[in-house]
């Protein structure tokens, strides 16, 4: 029968369980308010850390609360109407009730309505472009590395294609550097198929086509340096096709500038090393330019 003290006995465990589950699992306070995204405690990434970060934990917190009710209103029908002792008949099987009905409908409408006013409020801001960025930097993925232009200072920077991943040797990773505090404009181009340029710790990612050009601004925030990767399955060597990226002071950013300018890496490393059977005609792709 309905005994309080044994249901205790067992919901007891179950919750030393969870709590033990959180504990050895290493999260700490301060991971879970972020949602677990990656992060720091000590400042922001880019001007649009934060905002990622609060979209995405009022979306679960949002989504917890909804599936809190749901499975309370399916454990307590379970509860409440399970099958008895004695009780062989079965309960009517159809029945319509139109208000609730409306219900289903009107609700998740209205829940899906406000996940989309947030999420298009933020995408608006975070795509934003700005007349004059402070440094443009074009991107050009390839199988399977990347060239990096400083459009503004007429320089390049180039990764090695990687095809030995699995081997002893890290591949050669290009660093990408940035000035913080400074608004970037990054064009993303393609010599071969589709890449995605993605550096997690600034929670956000755009893809990388052949024959296009997609254009996002940033300004990173916190000085360090961050992993950058292909987001986009692009062929053998896909999980090689790694970068870095400093975010430096602007000392440490013209002083990189120099170097490269005095290891002759001047000029753009343009179209004309694309793969051939795409397009290297440049005119033809929209430069991004407002
Ligand atoms: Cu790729």
């Avoid at 399977?144 to 699995?166: A, K, P, Q, R, T």
């Avoid at 050009?213 to 990173?220: A, D, G, H, K, L």
């Avoid at 290891?263 to 795409?278: C, F, I, K, S, Y």
Wanted: aromatic share 10%; glycine share 8%; hydrophobic share 40%.
């Amino acid at each position: 029968m309905d005994n309080p003290r044994r249901r205790r006995s067992r919901v007891l465990p179950a919750a030393a369980v969870v709590a033990g589950t959180a504990l050895l699992s290493g999260c700490s306070a301060e991971q879970v308010g972020r949602g677990f995204l990656p992060g720091y405690a000590d400042g922001e990434v880019t001007n649009m850390t934060e905002r990622v970060t609060t979209l995405w934990t009022g979306s679960w917190v949002a989504a917890l609360a909804v599936g809190l009710v749901v499975w309370g209103l399916v454990l307590w029908c379970v509860t409440v109407y399970r099958k008895r002792k004695d009780d062989d008949v079965l309960p009517v099987q159809l029945r319509y009730h139109v208000p609730l009905e409306v219900m289903y409908i009107v609700l998740p409408i209205l829940m899906i309505g406000v996940m989309f006013i947030y999420t298009a409020r933020d995408i608006d801001a975070i795509s934003a472009l700005e007349e004059d960025p402070d440094v443009v930097i074009e991107v050009y993925g390839k199988q399977w590395s990347w060239d990096f232009n400083y459009l503004d200072e007429d320089v390049w920077d180039s990764g090695v294609h990687v095809e030995d991943i699995g081997g002893a040797e890290t591949p050669d990773m290009p660093t990408l550097y940035l000035p913080v505090d400074e608004r970037v404009e990054f064009r993303l181009r393609s010599r071969d198929v589709i890449h995605s340029f993605w550096v997690p710790a600034f929670l956000y990612k755009l893809d990388v086509f052949p024959g296009q050009e997609n254009v996002f601004q940033v300004v990173p925030t916190r000085e360090g340096t961050y992993a950058g990767k292909c987001a986009e399955f692009c062929g053998e060597y896909h999980a090689g096709m790694l970068f870095n990226v400093a975010v430096v002071s602007r000392e440490e950013y013209d002083a990189h500038i120099e170097a490269l300018r005095e290891a002759g890496q001047t000029g753009r490393l343009g179209p004309e090393l694309d793969r051939e059977h795409t397009t290297g005609d440049d005119s033809s792709i929209p430069t991004g330019e407002a």
